[in-house]
């Protein structure tokens, strides 16, 4: 029978990664905040609409790209639509459900933006690893994400 605790190692790794999980998100909002007065979870939706052919994807499937809930999006993409930058239309293949839309305006924003969150990215995670351990990162990190969604139905897949 497993010991009902984590060993040394476990400890230490879950610790880091409650910390990790904790601040960088913190620095990541914190540069958008300074760059743009975005939340990254606001930017996440404008880079998941940047990405899509049309630059338009429905609520459902940009919910999971975005890692939020369909409550969450629907409030992240009202305050998007309130600064000009998404716009919600009807779903034109059945009529059903909603599609969010980047604007011109929402896709001048992410090229604005964009570059300095890429330097944040860069400098909160990957600056502080080698290139192999940024290999055994991803590795491990998507060994994580297999176990904890196999189908990959809460989650962006591409």
Do not use: C, I, K
């Not at 497993?2 to 620095?27: F, G, I």
């Not at 924003?109 to 991803?138: I, N, S, Y």
Request: charge should be negative; charged fraction near 25%; avoid cysteine.
């Amino acid at each position: 029978m497993a010991s009902p605790w984590l060993d040394e190692e476990q400890q230490q790794t879950w610790r880091a990664w409650l910390a990790v999980a904790e601040l960088l998100p913190r620095s990541l909002d914190a540069q958008l905040q300074r760059d743009a007065g975005l939340t990254h979870a606001a930017y996440v939706v404008l880079a998941m609409l940047s990405e899509a052919p049309g630059r338009s994807r429905r609520m459902s499937e940009l919910a999971r790209a975005a890692n939020q809930s369909q409550s969450r999006l629907s409030h992240t993409v009202a305050r998007l639509e309130d600064r000009g930058w998404v716009r919600r239309e009807r779903a034109t293949d059945d009529g059903r459900g909603n599609v969010a839309v980047l604007t011109e305006e929402g896709w001048d924003v992410v090229r604005t933006v964009a570059p300095g969150h890429v330097d944040a990215v860069r400098e909160g995670l990957f600056a502080a690893l080698t290139p192999e351990q940024t290999t055994h990162l991803h590795d491990a990190l998507t060994a994580v994400l297999e176990r904890l969604d196999p189908d990959a139905s809460r989650r962006a897949t591409g």
